[in-house]
């Protein structure tokens, strides 16, 4: 019950030289591969961490360039996105904000719970955590951007007072090329204390026909990656500059 840690390993690139090679033999192992830039070569001899692109939802994720620390930007409009998953699935909630100067989607904060866990946990964790943070100028509640099903938003309203809004769900596959992309150009930044936001990003996978997202005891319904995959395509970026609050 509560808010959920993530314990799991983030896997960095190491590099080994294997220096007993001689220049012939080195020279063979890169014909042998393919090539020094095939994922062969770099798995095979120098033991770096090769992720099948084919079947991870954001082949291009690099901790080294898109998990870091960084200050609040100057200016910048902060939303709050939530995939709740019901019996089955995690339910994950992530503060993100569009830094203008940036162009860049930072991940400040994370939040998630197991499956099952009841509403009243849910909005009382993530009030505790971000109530009166991350605030828009002249707002004095957070907009909600939740996929919940029409009742339980109803709820959310009655019974908690929350405010909520669904997110963009139309054409599921351009909304993760979308966020594939961004970090492609390298626009998205995550904060390194948000761990399963990054274990999904580097891990989640789709299911065999590319139809969803695949099922695992760590990253649950690559929650993670479907809040983040709202956040991307519903920040509005064309509003006016807004001045970041204390």
Same mark, same amino acid.
């Not at 866990?117 to 991350?134: L, Q």
């Not at 599921?172 to 761990?195: D, M, V, Y």
């Given at each position: =019950?509560? *808010? ?16 007993? @090679?001689? !220049? ?8 042998? $591969?393919?090539?020094?830039? =095939? ?35 100057? #200016? ?14 995690? =339910? *994950? ?7 203008? @100067?940036? $162009? +860049? ?5 994370? &939040?998630?719970?197991?499956?099952? +866990? ?16 991350? @605030?828009?100028?002249?707002? %004095?509640?957070?907009?909600? #951007? $939740? ?8 709820? @959310? ?7 909520? $809004? ?12 979308? &966020? ?6 390298? %626009? ?13 990003? !580097?891990?989640?996978?789709?299911? %065999?026909?590319? =139809? ?24 509005? &970026?064309? %509003?006016?500059?807004? !001045?970041? !609050?204390?």
């Amino acid at each position: =019950t509560g *808010v959920q840690t993530c314990a799991l390993p983030i896997c960095f690139p190491v590099t080994i030289v294997v220096k007993a @090679l001689s !220049q012939s033999q080195y020279e063979a192992c890169v014909r042998r $591969a393919g090539g020094r830039h =095939t994922d062969d070569f770099k798995r095979e001899y120098l033991n770096q961490i090769i992720r099948d692109k084919s079947v991870v939802v954001i082949p291009d994720f690099d901790p080294l360039r898109h998990v870091a620390s960084f200050d609040l930007p100057e #200016y910048c409009n902060y939303e709050i996105y939530i995939d709740w998953g019901g019996v089955r699935d995690f =339910t *994950v909630a992530i503060v993100v904000g569009y830094g203008y @100067l940036e $162009a +860049t989607d930072f991940v400040f904060d994370e &939040l998630w719970w197991g499956p099952n +866990t009841p509403t009243e946990i849910i909005v009382n964790d993530i009030r505790a955590k971000w109530s009166g943070k991350y @605030l828009q100028p002249n707002r %004095k509640e957070h907009v909600y #951007y $939740a996929d919940v099903p029409g009742q339980l938003a109803v709820d @959310l309203g009655r019974t908690f007072k929350m405010s909520v $809004a669904l997110p963009q769900k139309s054409d599921w596959e351009a909304s993760i090329n979308g &966020l594939a992309n961004r970090f492609t150009q390298n %626009k998205i930044k995550i904060a390194p204390h948000c761990k399963l936001t990054i274990t999904t990003c !580097q891990s989640g996978m789709f299911n %065999k026909n590319h =139809t969803d997202f695949e099922r695992t005891i760590s990253t649950g319904h690559c929650d993670a990656i479907a809040a983040l995959m709202y956040a991307v395509r519903g920040l509005n &970026l064309h %509003k006016g500059i807004l !001045q970041v !609050q204390g």
